[in-house]
Nanobody
Framework: QVLLQESGPGLMKPSQTLTLTCTVS??????????WTWIRQFPGKELEWIGV???????YVSPSLNSRTSISRDTSKNQVSLQLTSVTPDDTAVYYCARQNVAVPMHYDYWGQGTQVTVSS
């Protein structure tokens, strides 16, 4: 059984740095069949693709977030992490990690339950 579990701070203040972790079980983050993606859903339900890390550690980040975003991994813990700097209230969203089947573009077969991040002064 494949499980993804996001964890993060919940409530943040503007200008802080957000760090989220996705702990994966039942699937290795180093296999070439899959890539690991961060996606967020805003309060109005719009989804935004944030970025992805592939099995070889190559990452791709949305151009709109590239200057503030980094994605990394810890293979010893089978975890993928997202860091977003200088957060603002516009970053308030539910953040998801998802497993992408690389053979099928934009196909995500497993999702975490999501973690709410609220940015407020």
């Amino acid at each position: 059984q494949v499980l993804l579990q996001e964890s993060g701070p919940g409530l943040m203040k503007p200008s802080q740095t957000l760090t989220l972790t996705c702990t994966v079980s039942g699937s290795s983050i180093t296999t070439s069949d899959h890539a690991w993606t961060w996606i967020r859903q805003f309060p109005g339900k719009e989804l935004e693709w944030i970025g992805v890390i592939r099995y070889n550690e190559i990452t791709y980040v949305s151009p709109s977030l590239n200057s503030r975003t980094s994605i990394s991994r810890d293979t010893s813990k089978n975890q993928v992490s997202l860091q977003l700097t200088s957060v603002t209230p516009d970053d308030t969203a539910v953040y998801y990690c998802a497993r992408q089947n690389v053979a099928v573009p934009m196909h995500y077969d497993y999702w975490g339950q999501g973690t709410q991040v609220t940015v407020s002064s």
